[in-house]
């Protein structure tokens, strides 16, 4: 069974910074491309990270280039978004993704973390 666990989420004021972190069990982590996406209720989910396998590919949503990295530890099945200079706009549930790297039609979601910016 494969499990995406995200964790790191909660309440922050403008212009702090928070770390999220993806755990996944259950899959060959070095098989999938992972991402990072975030909803607010009534909208669609925004892609807001992405990197490759092994991280030599990553790419970010206009609206947080330059304040979030995303990174990953294959060695230890995790991925991380460290997310600075937070605005009110970044509020949402964030959520992470895992999809086969050959298989697109193989993707996993994890149950999102909450992050709340506001003062």
């Known amino acids: 069974q494969v499990l995406l666990v995200e964790s790191g989420g909660g309440l922050v004021e403008p212009g702090g910074s928070l770390r999220l972190s993806c755990v996944a069990s259950?899959?060959?982590?070095?098989?999938?491309?992972m991402s990072w996406y975030r909803q607010v209720p009534g909208a669609d989910r925004e892609l807001v990270a992405f990197?490759?396998?092994?991280?030599?590919?990553?790419t970010y949503a206009d609206s947080v280039l330059g304040r979030f990295t995303m990174s990953r530890v294959n060695a230890a099945n995790t991925v991380n978004l460290q997310m600075n200079s937070l605005k009110t706009e970044d509020t949402a549930k964030y959520y992470c993704r895992a999809t086969h790297f050959l298989r697109n039609e193989d993707v996993y979601w994890g149950q999102g973390t909450q992050v709340t910016v506001s003062s």
């Open positions: 259950g899959l060959i982590f070095s098989d999938y491309e």
């Open positions: 990197m490759s396998r092994y991280g030599g590919t990553v």
